[in-house]
């Protein structure tokens, strides 16, 4: 028993310091309670810094950025444009394979030939800009030109070629007044770049339309 009590007095005193063994001797009920409390609270405060804070906020996790559809940033009038101009293409070419199989006329089978080949080429250049864009051009001619179609097809051999030529010459002059209507008041670059590329075409095949009826 006397061997652990120095024990006790020799580590209290480290703790304490020598004037404090003697208060440990004469009131050891009130040093053992602040022994018990130190050994708490040095408990506490290593516990403390062992656990971790589970109240802190965790670290900002960064989100991948969202995708957008690119078409999103299209306004009205570049979906519009993009639309008749697809339109235009179709039906340029379509009426034009009607002229081949009905037309014997040299004028005619060569002008017919320019223009499949001519809008085809832009058709090309469009749907690379819309596939870049994500946007989906339309499969349809539109109802306007599709009566022009059924008209031409309706039109007797003998009144076709001259029937052929004056839809040209009405479908490029309302594809050419969409083309400056772009040039004018467009914002989107590639299109703009397209429609500045692609209009003198169009002017060109309205010019030789009207031309080639004076001939027929």
Known sequence: MLYHKKLIKKFVGSLLGVAGISAFIGFPGIVQAKFNGFSKSSNQSILAQSTPDTA??????????????????LSTLDKEFMTK????????????????QRS????????????????????TQLKQIAKRKGFTLPKSIGSDNQALLTKLKN???????????EAQVQA?????????????????????????KISPIVAEHLQMAQKDIAHL
């Open 155 to 165: 039109t007797s051999s003998s009144n076709f070629n001259r029937a052929y030529m």
């Open 172 to 196: 490029h002059t309302k594809t050419q007044a969409e083309f400056q209507k772009y040039l004018q008041q467009g914002q989107d670059p590639d299109l703009q770049a397209f429609a500045n």
């Open 85 to 100: 101009a697809a339109q235009s293409d179709m039906t340029e070419i379509r009426t034009s394979k009607l002229a081949l």
């Open 104 to 123: 014997q006329d040299k004028t005619v089978r060569n002008f017919a030939q320019k223009m499949i080949r001519d809008h085809t080429d832009s058709t």
């Open 56 to 73: 802190s906020p965790s670290p900002s996790v960064t989100s991948a950025p969202s995708t957008t559809n690119s078409s999103s940033s």
